[in-house]
Structure formats: structure tokens, C-alpha cells
């Protein structure tokens, strides 16, 4: 059964870290494609940043670029998102997706999908 699982949300003060968890089960990271993605109130769900498991190529939104840090642990079928300097406008619903290789880090484009885990930015 295939299991995607985020864990590692939380509230923060701005300026603060937080790391993200993303945990499969079920099948393999190998050749495959991981994204972060985020879904803030009342605002179309878009990529963060992703990891291709092929080349380890990662891309990263211009909004989070400098800030967030994705990376794979192959041995652990885990990916982390590492979040530096957090904003308020970084406010939302994290999740993740893998899918087969994929050349855009595209919501649209990703099958396969968590729960999601909730960041919340405030002083």
C-alpha cells in the first residue's frame, strides 16, 4: 500500500526553522521525482521545491530560494525540506508528492500525494 506521510509542521515566530518530513512506504524513491508543495488560505496549491532521486537536480521556488533546503535519504525513503528564516507569507498547508520523473515542479503534474502537514508563521 502506497503511504505517503508529512510530519515536522508547526508555529513558529518569523525568523524561525522548522524541518519538514516527508516519509513513503510502500514503494521506492528510486527514479522518481519528490516535491514540496504548499496550499496557503484561499490560494492555488504551488511547488516549492523538488528532488529528482535520478540526478538528485533539485528546483526551488524564487519566493523560498536562499530560505529552503530540500534533500533526500535514500536509505530512510525519506525527504526533508529545511526551512531557514521563516515568514509570515510562508503561511500554509504543506505536502508532499512523488511521482515518476518529472520535469516541472508542478502540482499538477504529481500523482501521488500526503496528508499534508500545517505551517503556521506569526509573532
Known amino acids: 500500500q502506497v503511504q505517503i506521510v508529512e510530519s515536522g509542521g508547526g508555529s513558529v515566530q518569523p525568523g524561525g526553522s522548522l524541518r519538514l518530513s516527508c516519509s513513503a512506504s510502500g514503494f521506492s524513491l528510486d527514479y522518481r521525482t519528490i516535491g514540496w508543495f504548499r496550499q496557503a488560505p484561499g490560494k492555488e496549491r504551488e511547488g516549492v521545491s523538488c528532488i529528482s532521486s535520478v540526478d538528485m537536480r533539485t528546483s526551488v521556488a524564487d519566493a523560498v530560494k536562499g530560505r529552503f533546503t530540500i534533500s533526500i535519504d535514500n536509505a530512510k525513503k525519506t525527504v526533508y525540506l529545511q526551512m531557514n528564516n521563516l515568514k509570515p507569507e510562508d503561511t500554509a498547508i504543506y505536502y508532499c508528492?512523488?511521482?515518476?520523473?518529472?520535469?516541472?515542479?508542478?502540482?499538477?503534474?504529481?500523482?501521488?500525494w500526503g496528508q499534508g502537514t500545517e505551517v503556521t508563521v506569526s509573532s
Open positions: 508528492a512523488i511521482d515518476h520523473p518529472q520535469s516541472e515542479c508542478d502540482p499538477e503534474v504529481f500523482g501521488s
